[in-house]
Structures are given as C-alpha cells and as structure tokens.
C-alpha cells in the first residue's frame, strides 16, 4: 500500500463531505492514479466507519456492475461490493428528496435475505439458494460523488459503488420454485416502461451475485452472517430521474415496488 492511513481517511472525508454537501468531486485517482485494490477499499471502511460514528447502522451489503447493461453504461468490466446503511432506505411507495441528491439513477435489483451465513472460497449458487432464507424486489437509487458520473473501478469502490438510496417492498418469495435466471423484470417512469431485464442479466443468475460477494468476503477471511439483506446489482441499466418523477418496477412473481422524487 502506497498510501498512508492519514490520506485514506482524508479520501473518505473528501467522499463523504461531497455526499453531505451535494457537491461532487473529481474522481479520487485523478490524484492517486496508483491506488491499489486495497486501498480502494481501505477508502470504502473509513467512509463507513465515519457513517457509523455519526449513527448509521449497517443493514446490508450489494454487488455493482454484475450485469453487461452496467458494465457498458459504466464502461467497466468487474463487479465491486458495498455497504447500505438505515439513512439509505427508503419504504415502498415513499418519497426520495431530489435536493439531497447530485444525480440520482435508479436500477432495478433482486435482492436476498440469507438464512444462514455463506463463507467463501468456493461458494456457488447450490450454497446461495440453500442458505437463502427469502428473495424480494428492491430498487437501488444510485448517485456517485465524482462529476458527471464519470469514474473507475477503484474510485467507484472507494465511493461506496455510488450507494445513495434503496426502496424494498413488494412480495418476498421463497425460493424453491422461483426460476430466478427466467424472472421478468419491466421497469416504468411515470408510466412509460424505459427498461426491461429478465434475473439472468445479473451474472446469468442473481444468486452467483451473491455468491461472488461471499468469496470476496472469504478472501478477506471473512462471511456474509446469517440475516444478511444483500442487493445482487442493477439488471437493467440506471435511469436518470428528477424531481417529479415516479419510478414503478414490477416483477414477475414479487410483486411490484414503486417511488416517487420530490
Ligand atoms: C456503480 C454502482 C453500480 C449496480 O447495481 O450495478 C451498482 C455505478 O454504476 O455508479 O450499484
Ligand atoms: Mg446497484
């Protein structure tokens, strides 16, 4: 690690004041274009321990950049893993203030609640459905720091993968006899439909997703604890909204979660 613990913590209060003060930044390997994987995520804990010593609780985790629609928008090729805190969620059907935003997008996510922990390496998607508790919809309103929404894998890490919102709701199903590959995904702004995915834009099925995140926690030698909310990563691509707009996602067979930007 070329950088020291003094501008780690610098990077992530420069993160965290651009998410506070609504002010983005430019991204953070303009100036450290060397910054390993490491580091990248060494920015992302210090961001979350700032949050949590403001109060935040922790109440998941996500993958990002899991589906080709996203890596092409993005222009990136690996998925990355955040955290989601309390402060981000927001209930089905409710209100997200646009002012307390940069540039919100929203994408459409399938989401796991585990029953038991996974531990990598070699976690596969047999583990994942085996340890799943129940799946449910979920939207994930992103918003990165850096200017124009223009960034790279290790700066989008350090960002905390532009976690901003997420609004989870609908009908959780178990998943014997969900075929999660084949799941229709049709997303509406202000009844237009703009987006459409089937669970197998994310990775080819949503549950190698999470499978993913427990090896990169295994590599840490860590796991993914029993009770674990875990978005798997946007199926469709992230549509830009403002204030005014309604966003409905309807899912085949778990129901339907909408929001609305104020
Ligand atoms: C990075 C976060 C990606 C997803 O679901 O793919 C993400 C970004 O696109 O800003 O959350
Ligand atoms: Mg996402």
């Known amino acids: 690690m070329a950088l020291t613990e003094s501008q780690i913590l610098a990077l992530a209060e420069l993160l965290d004041q651009a998410e506070?003060?609504?002010?983005?930044?430019?991204?953070?390997?303009?100036?450290?274009?060397?910054?390993?994987?490491a580091e990248a995520y060494a920015v992302q804990h210090a961001l979350k321990r700032r949050k949590e010593a403001r109060g935040a609780r922790i109440v998941g985790i996500?993958?990002?950049?899991?589906?080709?629609?996203?890596?092409?928008?993005?222009?990136v090729v690996e998925p990355v893993m955040g955290f989601?805190?309390?402060?981000?969620?927001?209930?089905?059907?409710?209100?997200?203030?646009?002012?307390k935003l940069i540039h919100p997008r929203v994408e459409?996510?399938?989401?796991?609640?585990l029953k038991t922990a996974l531990r990598g390496p070699g976690c596969h998607i047999g583990e994942v459905l085996a340890a799943t508790d129940f799946v449910l919809p979920a939207a994930e309103v992103i918003d990165s720091r850096y200017q124009d929404f223009k960034f790279d894998l290790k700066s989008v890490i350090a960002d905390n993968t532009s976690a901003a919102r997420f609004v989870t709701g609908g009908q959780s199903r178990n998943v014997p006899g969900l075929d999660l590959k084949n799941l229709g995904i049709v997303m509406e702004k202000n009844g237009e439909v703009i987006a459409t995915a089937a669970g197998s834009a994310v990775l080819g099925h949503p549950a190698l997703?999470?499978?993913m995140l427990a090896n990169m926690a295994g590599e840490r030698g860590?796991?993914?604890?029993?009770?674990?909310?875990?978005?798997?990563g946007g199926a469709t691509e992230a549509v830009a909204v403002s204030a005014g707009d309604c966003v409905t996602i309807r899912y085949q067979h778990l129901g339907s979660i909408s929001m609305r930007f104020i």
Do not use: Y
């Not at 002010?23 to 303009?30: L, Q």
């Not at 309390?86 to 203030?97: R, S, T």
């Not at 459409?108 to 609640?113: D, G, L, Q, S």
């Open 20 to 37: 506070e003060g609504c002010r983005p930044v430019a991204k953070i390997t303009n100036a450290h274009p060397d910054m390993d994987w």
């Open 62 to 75: 996500k993958a990002g950049l899991t589906s080709f629609a996203k890596m092409k928008q993005m222009g």
């Open 84 to 99: 989601l805190t309390d402060q981000g969620a927001v209930p089905d059907g409710g209100a997200i203030d646009t002012a």
């Open 108 to 113: 459409a996510e399938i989401a796991f609640v």
């Open 209 to 211: 997703s999470v499978a």
């Open 222 to 232: 860590e796991e993914i604890p029993a009770g674990t909310f875990i978005m798997t």
